[in-house]
């Protein structure tokens, strides 16, 4: 059964700090891993999709990586801002149809 | 392009009713998945619809079930309603029912149960 752990659960940090999120996943077997972000009491915004073969995906100031045979992903966000703050969520798609696993989440929190 | 669009946002229902809860995707999105999202068990899988035909189902009793219609609108509905069904519905919608495309949440359904 394919688990997925992110750690810390909250990070709190002053603005214009560089900052890692971590995701782990005990199953390697994996289509494709997504990071997303959550406002409170809001839906999921999408902000990176990494395939299998891939090792990494960037969008601005996100970078997120990929090591399958480890288990593991980070999202970098570079020069963090108050708008950051927000739940940063990773899940794994593990099989043909499109079912996310998700891990409890990390709570960013920005400080001005 | 429009994005994922739920009706409706706030429900309040009491226990042993049934509840009806609607997705429209992403316009040409065919696949259509719905989670429940609540504070101690996080985001739960509960199943996914491609054309019309649920593809997979998560670990939730009968009382939740789903359909999807040739537009690719989705309903679920859970009937006899618990207090432990209070949390936030989420659906997804995603181009194919394969694993490899991106997939992208609507707003939400609050769902109350009293």
Known sequence: KQEVTQIPAALSVPEGENLVLNCSFTDSAIYNLQWFRQDPGKGLTSLLLIQSSQREQTSGRLNASLDKSSGRSTLYIAASQPGDSATYLCAVNRGGAQKLVFGQGTRLTINP | ?114
């Open chain 2, 1 to 114: 392009k429009a994005g994922v669009t739920q009706t409706p946002r706030y429900l309040i229902k009491t226990r042993g009713q049934q509840v009806t809860l609607s997705c429209s995707p992403i316009s040409g999105h065919r696949s259509v998945s719905w989670y429940q999202q609540t504070p101690g068990q996080g985001l739960q899988f509960l199943f996914e619809y491609f054309s019309e035909t649920q593809r997979n189902k998560g670990n939730f009793p009968g009382r939740f079930s789903g359909r999807q219609f040739s537009n690719s609108r989705s309903e679920m509905n859970v009937s006899t309603l618990e207090l432990g069904d209070s949390a936030l519905y989420l659906c997804a919608s995603s181009l194919t029912g394969t694993g490899t495309y991106e997939q992208y949440f609507g707003p939400g359904t609050r769902l109350t149960v009293t």
